[in-house]
């Protein structure tokens, strides 16, 4: 009597335990029966898969009720095989809501009751995101490497300063057509070497000051080299 107390207890606690984690848990048996899960879980499979969880609480009916998806059954069972044999699998996997391509950190761990293995259990992440953050800086990279290499070989002088107007890059063909070196350029406030007595001095700052409200401008005017 004491013992069945105990296991009452045990599965209460575990419920809890996985009714208080945020992204979806579950567990399953041996034979991708659910057996634990939160409502994250139970959310996470009505959205992805159109699957009531508590109508069909088998990865085989799953797999079966939405032939739709691109997730089958094998390649769930390809998950799980490896913590039904003692491994703890982690990667990462993603979903299609709506046309939406969704992310996420997928994480399986073995349960074993006195030594044995029972089951298994399985979290998932939401890294969304932080996926579609790095595609982005990826992307962002790729394209400043493809202006960098317009920049380097287009017959333009092209300067590229900080937000006090102090040079920060230049290509090529600037020092090419102006004579200054780098050394004598670089962290230099952009007028300083450039301008001469024939320059538009009034016109230059109105340009730097449209520059500074984040507006585009443009002027004519004589610029001066080495």
């Given amino acids: 009597h004491n013992s069945t107390l105990l296991i009452k207890s045990q599965k209460a606690s ?3 335990l996985i009714e208080n984690i ?3 848990i579950c567990q ?3 034979d991708f029966n659910v057996r634990q899960y939160n409502e994250s879980f139970s959310a996470f499979m009505l959205t992805i898969f159109n ?4 109508l069909h609480p088998s990865l085989t009916n799953i797999s079966r009720e939405n032939t739709s998806t691109n997730q089958n059954q094998e390649v769930w069972k390809n998950h799980f095989k490896d913590a039904f044999n003692g491994s703890i699998m982690s990667t990462e996997t993603q979903f299609t809501d709506n046309g939406r391509t969704l992310y996420f950190e997928l994480k399986i761990n073995p349960v074993k009751v006195n030594s044995i293995i029972c089951g298994a259990v399985m979290t998932l992440k939401d890294i969304t995101s932080r996926v579609n953050n790095e595609q ?3 992307r962002n990279l790729e394209e400043k490497q493809k202006l960098s290499t317009v920049a380097n070989t287009i017959k333009h002088s092209i300067l590229i300063t900080d937000n006090e107007f102090k040079v920060t890059w230049t290509n090529p063909f600037f020092k090419e057509i102006t004579k200054f070196t780098a050394g004598e350029i670089m962290k230099q406030p952009v007028l300083n070497s450039l301008c001469g007595p024939l ?3 009034t016109g230059v700052n109105d340009l730097l000051k449209d520059l500074a409200s984040g507006r585009s ?4 005017t004589i610029l001066y080299k080495k």
């Fill in 28 to 30: 399953f048996d041996l």
């Fill in 199 to 201: 320059t538009d001095t």
């Fill in 22 to 24: 945020g992204d979806p």
């Fill in 51 to 54: 699957v009531d969880i508590k």
């Fill in 217 to 220: 401008s443009t002027i004519e």
């Fill in 136 to 138: 982005l800086l990826k």
């Fill in 14 to 16: 575990l419920k809890s």
